[in-house]
């Protein structure tokens, strides 16, 4: 992503005259970009008030559910991790070393809702 200081460099090489900090907002009156003088920044987006994604000048980005919390991470070096929540506590972690932590509890299904899951028929081998 290119920082409003680059989008607003002329074609002869001047820079505007910008005042730092830069801060935008959404209609709601959230803060959805800001970018200082060093060039740092970072852009938010929200759905119904709640962040859902966040991504900064270093690059790291975040994504959210609807209650705030924290479902996939993503670093410059491709380090990511995943989260699954269920009634607000973490059943599920894994990330790109390989590492999983697994507490989701089964769920009890009939073929039925199986294939009415899937959304086509299913078959039951072996």
């Known amino acids: ?9 002329l074609s002869n090489g001047k820079k505007l005259d910008i005042k730092y900090p830069i801060e935008l907002f959404d209609k709601d009156g959230n803060k959805v970009y800001y970018e200082n003088s060093t060039g740092y920044w970072w852009k938010c987006e929200y759905q119904e008030g709640t962040a859902v994604y966040y991504e900064n000048g270093f690059w790291w980005k975040d994504e959210l559910d609807k209650d705030g919390n924290k479902v996939y991470s993503e670093g410059k ?12 506590k973490e059943v599920y972690y894994e990330d790109s070393n390989g590492y ?8 009890d299904m009939t073929i039925e809702e ?13």
């Open 1 to 9: 992503m290119k920082t409003i200081r680059e989008l607003t460099k």
């Open 77 to 88: 070096t491709g380090y990511w991790e995943k989260r699954e929540y269920r009634d607000g």
């Open 100 to 107: 999983i932590v697994d507490n989701r509890k089964p769920v």
């Open 114 to 126: 199986v294939c009415k899951e899937l959304g086509r028929n299913v078959r039951v081998v072996g």
